[in-house]
């Protein structure tokens, strides 16, 4: 069974760009969550899509969306980009509700110039 | 507000022997937490996992220890290898969250061979 997929591994873009980014999770499973990883800050909660509606969301800027279509895939948008945006950006898809393992990506590394 | 804590920022440890990852949490909320172990721009990698009716869990070489009362679960590798360095991250979540992760900062394990 195929793991968790992102796209694209690596980027860079210019301030005040936007950016996508696409996580598509283990076959079945219907629940999406986005992470960002910083040196300062660890890993963060961004927000968790479970069948198409987001469900839960982190502190973070309405700057940061996302969305999940109706195959449970999901993207992140990053509009107006900040240097501090730079990060890896981690998908974990999980096949239940609630309380059980999530299983993450091997993330989107941004770089903001 | 951290609510995940691994106080330990990194643990050196003789390949065979046990290592001990610590991990304290303040939200008694939680009920269900999980271990990664992650390398340096990749993904965590999922470890095992334990509810929090449970007070042990095993897989293989794994053992987590939960300590409701303490609010403390610690994960035991026994016996260590050198593969087995790399950044371990303690993360917990609670149903009323759906499948938000709380993430610890990470202790960084290092197996001398």
């Known amino acids: 069974k195929a793991g968790v997929t992102q796209t694209p591994r690596y980027l860079i873009k210019t301030r005040g760009q936007q950016v996508t980014l696409s996580c598509s999770p283990i076959?079945?499973?219907?629940?999406v969550s986005w992470y960002q990883q910083t040196p300062g800050q660890g890993l963060q909660f961004l927000f968790e899509?479970?069948?198409?509606?987001?469900?839960n969301k982190g502190n973070f800027p309405g700057r940061f969306s996302g969305r999940q279509f109706s195959n449970s895939r999901s993207e992140m948008n990053v509009s107006t980009l900040e240097l501090g945006d730079s990060a890896l950006y981690l998908c974990a898809s999980s096949l239940k509700g609630v309380n059980t393992e999530a299983f993450f990506g091997q993330g989107t590394r941004l770089t903001v110039v | 507000d951290q609510q995940v804590k691994q106080n330990s920022p990194s643990l050196s440890v003789q390949e065979g022997r046990i290592s001990i990852l610590n991990c304290d949490y303040t939200?008694?909320?939680?009920?269900?937490f999980l271990w990664y172990k992650k390398y340096p721009a990749e993904g965590p990698t999922f470890l095992i996992s334990?509810?929090?009716?449970?007070d042990k869990n095993e897989d293989g070489r794994f053992t987590v220890f939960l300590n409701k009362s303490a609010k403390h679960l610690s994960l035991h590798i026994v016996p260590s290898q050198p593969g087995d360095s790399a950044v371990y991250f303690c993360?917990?979540?609670?149903?009323?969250?759906?499948?938000?992760?709380?993430f610890g900062a990470g202790t960084i394990l290092r197996v001398k061979s």
């Open positions: 993360a917990a979540s609670s149903m009323e969250y759906g499948n938000k992760l709380v």
């Open positions: 076959s079945g499973h219907r629940s």
């Open positions: 899509y479970f069948s198409e509606t987001q469900r």
């Open positions: 939200n008694s909320m939680f009920d269900y």
């Open positions: 334990i509810s929090s009716i449970k």
